[in-house]
Antibody, heavy 123, light 108 residues
Framework: EVQLVQSGAEVKKPGESLRISCKGS????????ISWVRQMPGKGLEWMGR????????NYSPSFQGHVTISADKSISTAYLQWSSLKASDTAMYYC????????????????WGQGTLVTVSS | SYELTQPPSVSVSPGQTARITCSGD??????AYWYQQKPGQAPVLVIY???ERPSGIPERFSGSSSGTTVTLTISGVQAEDEADYYC???????????FGGGTKLTVL
């Protein structure tokens, strides 16, 4: 079974750093890009960016470029999303998803999704 | 920046047909995908490449495309179909992923 399992919920203070993870199993981790998607409370889905785990090449949404860093460790089939200085506005559910399709660019679909990691930033 | 437009809400009675639209200028040249998200759960793919249905998705879910609009159709709606539905595609250059704003399907 193809699966993405994310790390647990986090509660942080503004200004703190954070890294959350997404571990793939049941498929060749280096054969598919991994994307990260944000869902703020009561709002819709926003694509943040993606990484090719085979070479760690990344592609960010302009809205998130410079605010987060996406990385991967192919030796343990895990992708990461990290912040160097959190803000209250980073409070959201974050999903990773396997990016599927015959293209090498942003075209394609997401399947499956991780279960989500809730990040709460509050003083 | 590129946008996909969905109606905020659609309501139907059980057994009726629900149609959820998604409009975007690049849709004639880019495939669209649809996801179902129930409260407290991660999204699930229900349609890919405009009209293909993944294994395990009921046949009552179908997709179609016409010009700048794609449509998710749920035939014979059941109470369990009540959820938020999101369309997704890419911009015209294939550089960026875009989601629609989401449509809340209410089964009356």
């Amino acid at each position: 079974e193809v699966q993405l399992v994310q790390s647990g919920a986090e509660v942080k203070k503004p200004g703190e750093s954070l890294r959350i993870s997404c571990k793939g199993s049941g498929y060749s981790f280096t054969s598919y890009w991994i994307s990260w998607v944000r869902q703020m409370p009561g709002k819709g889905l926003e694509w943040m960016g993606r990484i090719d785990p085979s070479d760690s090449y990344t592609n960010y949404s302009p809205s998130f470029q410079g605010h987060v860093t996406i990385s991967a460790d192919k030796s343990i089939s895990t992708a990461y999303l990290q912040w160097s200085s959190l803000k209250a506005s980073d409070t959201a559910m974050y999903y990773c998803a396997r990016h599927v399709g015959e293209w090498s660019d942003a075209r394609g679909w997401f399947d499956p999704w991780g279960q989500g990691t809730l990040v709460t930033v509050s003083s | 920046s590129y946008e996909l437009t969905q109606p905020p809400s659609v309501s139907v009675s059980p057994g009726q047909t629900a149609r959820i639209t998604c409009s975007g200028d690049a849709l004639p040249k880019q495939y669209a995908y649809w996801y179902q998200q129930k409260p407290g759960q991660a999204p699930v793919l229900v349609i890919y490449k405009d009209s293909e249905r993944p294994s395990g998705i009921p046949e009552r879910f179908s997709g179609s495309s016409s010009g700048t609009t794609v449509t998710l159709t749920i035939s014979g709606v059941q109470a369990e179909d009540e959820a938020d539905y999101y369309c997704q595609s890419a911009d015209s250059s294939g550089t960026s992923v875009v989601f629609g704003g989401g449509t809340k399907l209410t089964v009356l």
